[in-house]
């Protein structure tokens, strides 16, 4: 499965989604899905948190282990994905849609230092 042309990518397996009001909108990657398994618990900051460059935006656990989410750049969480806290399934069958985790508004992704495109994130990961 190819990863959406139209997100950028990290090392630890977060997605990055530039929208057209500006905002960013994140969550984890397919492969991070497939590999944690069943997830089952979504935790992220509450709207109005302030994150740094590298900081963390919560954490999401699965049957197997807890995995802490990260952040390229600083900027404000602006929205918290409800239904991924409700149903943590969701980032195992829409990670890309619906399993999506907040929206920073402040967070500038061209600067960001070490996000892949689709087709380097693809390879890194064997796809």
């Given at each position: 499965m190819s990863s959406p042309s139209n997100c950028r990518y990290t090392e630890t397996h977060e997605w990055f989604r530039q929208e057209p009001d500006g905002t960013v909108t994140m969550g984890i990657t397919q492969h991070?899905?497939?590999?944690?398994?069943?997830?089952?618990?979504?935790?992220?900051?509450?709207?109005g948190t302030t994150v740094a460059a590298g900081g963390t935006v919560g954490e999401v656990e699965?049957?197997?282990?807890?995995?802490e989410i990260y952040v390229p750049c600083?900027?404000?969480v602006t929205a918290v994905n409800d239904a991924a806290h409700k149903d943590p399934s969701l980032l195992n069958s829409d990670p890309f849609g619906k399993g999506w985790l907040v929206r920073l508004s402040g967070c500038d992704l061209s600067k960001a230092a070490g996000l892949m495109?689709?087709?380097a994130y693809d390879k890194q990961n064997g796809h």
């Open positions: 991070a899905a497939d590999a944690l398994t069943d997830i089952t618990f979504v935790e992220m900051k509450p709207a699965s049957v197997k282990t807890s995995s600083a900027g404000t495109d689709a087709a």
